[in-house]
């Protein structure tokens, strides 16, 4: 069974901290990454893609390193409203046309005043 | 707009009687999928539509039963259920279906099984 793997925190960090989650995942046929995030009791919302070049949206910036097989997410100046469990997501692509995304059990994150 | 919408928001029910969940969305999308979600656990994959058709069913008992009348529906009929079949019930939408694409979430129905 394909995996992906994130230590489930809670990361307790004060606001302003720049904090920085990383997942592995098994399947080396994957092609697509994501980082969604979900409140509690809430839907998961997309918060971005990772590319292979990387990207960045405002404090957030994703990597991927697909010779060691993890992806990263790093958060800078942490702000209250970033309290919350981010889940990584991975195709499970093990052949073309794979409908699964696999998702981690997710990094709960508090951010502390 | 990224939006999917869901209904009921919640819904109590007895292991005897029959109801639906709803999914509605209006982004073009072609791919439409149910998803179960336990507390503190990452959603798990039930059923992908693709092109109003069944294209997975991730071994669901038969008590759930879904159902696409168009592209823009998509309903979850239970009937039966047992209590730990209770959990958060979400729906997703992609472009088209395959891992490649993002999927974006309903807020969910929270469904109790009494």
């Known amino acids: 069974r394909k995996e992906v793997e994130q230590d489930p925190g809670p990361f307790n960090v004060p606001e302003g901290a720049t904090v920085a989650f990383n997942c592995t995942y098994s399947?080396?046929?994957?092609?697509?990454f994501f980082w969604y995030r979900q409140d509690c009791r809430k839907e998961p919302k997309l918060l971005m893609s990772?590319?292979?070049s990387g990207n960045e949206d405002g404090r957030f910036t994703a990597q991927l390193n697909r010779a060691s097989q993890y992806i990263s997410l790093l958060i800078r100046d942490s702000k209250l409203s970033d309290s919350a469990t981010y889940l990584c997501v991975v195709d499970g692509d093990s052949g073309a046309g794979s409908y699964q995304l696999t998702f981690g059990k997710g990094t709960k994150l508090s951010v502390i005043p | 707009d990224t939006e999917v919408t869901q209904t009921p928001k919640h819904l109590v029910m007895g292991m005897t009687n029959k109801k639906s969940l709803k999914c509605e969305q209006h982004?073009?999308?072609?791919?439409m999928y149910w998803y179960k979600q336990k507390a503190k656990k990452p959603p798990e994959l039930m059923f992908v539509?693709?092109?109003?058709?069944?294209?997975i069913n991730e071994s669901v008992p038969s008590r759930f039963s879904p159902e696409c009348p168009n592209s823009s529906l998509l309903n979850l009929h239970l009937h039966a259920l047992q209590p730990e079949d209770s959990a958060l019930y979400l729906c997703?939408?992609?472009?088209?279906?395959?891992?490649?694409?993002?999927?974006?979430f309903g807020p969910g129905t929270r469904l109790t099984v009494t």
């Open positions: 997703a939408s992609s472009q088209v279906a395959g891992g490649a694409h993002e999927q974006y």
């Open positions: 539509y693709s092109y109003e058709k069944l294209s």
């Open positions: 982004m073009g999308h072609r791919a």
């Open positions: 399947n080396s046929a994957s092609q697509s």
């Open positions: 990772v590319y292979s």
